[in-house]
């Protein structure tokens, strides 16, 4: 197929999807009567020809999306009647931004950053999809491990973990060097603390899960969430998340 077709085809197939498009996606979809690399420049032309429209084509976790534009948010929100506190606590971003920097590691390792214990957080996360199990670590009594999912990357409008703000960039927005580059966020980024970003290096023997088993996984109200997070017993100071709804 040649792009004059591919182009048209691909710009519904952005409006009909409810998540990121990549070539490779697209390149199943055509099932091999198109070349991967046709696939990626008709996403980067459209891209550049809904730059002047009143929606735009973003890149974000590793794929393509059309999206309405950060401007006609509150129209959108009182049309869908959607509810602005859809965010993290000060504590959850905490456990986040610890997880999303130091992935994998375990509910025990995010305790001991935080000094308090991260059950409510872990299971808030948990239950919202930004986090998800990556299998146990190999020590005695194989604790769970977490990561973050390619929910985390959409939210925070990232291509892929490389895109995570260094601790220089945060230093050099307190003072006042830069403005930030995302001036609106699903979740409020000034809020997360920042941590060392030398990831740590673990075996992982089993229980690993994909981002597309984690669509599959059940809901929290079915327990998975309460039954990952006390696998793990911990006499630290009480969490802020413990009980809430």
Known sequence: MDRDELKPIIENLLLASDQPVSADLLYQTFLGRADKEDLQAVLKELQEDYQSRNLHIVEVAEGFQLCTRSEYSDWIRKLLKLDKSFKLSRAGLDALAIIAYKQPLTRA???EIRGVDSSGVVKTLLEKKIICPAGRKNVPGKPMMFRTTQKFLEYFGL???????TLEDFNEELEGQIEPEQVELAFKE???SQTDTDTAEETVTEDT?????????????NGLAEEIVG???STGAHDPEMGKA
């Open 231 to 233: 696998e793990e017993t």
């Open 209 to 221: 899960f994909t981002d597309d088993e984690v669509d599959d996984l059940p809901s929290a109200d």
């Open 190 to 192: 000034d809020d997360a």
């Open 159 to 165: 291509r892929d973990l490389s895109e995570m703000p």
């Open 109 to 111: 390792e995010v305790d």
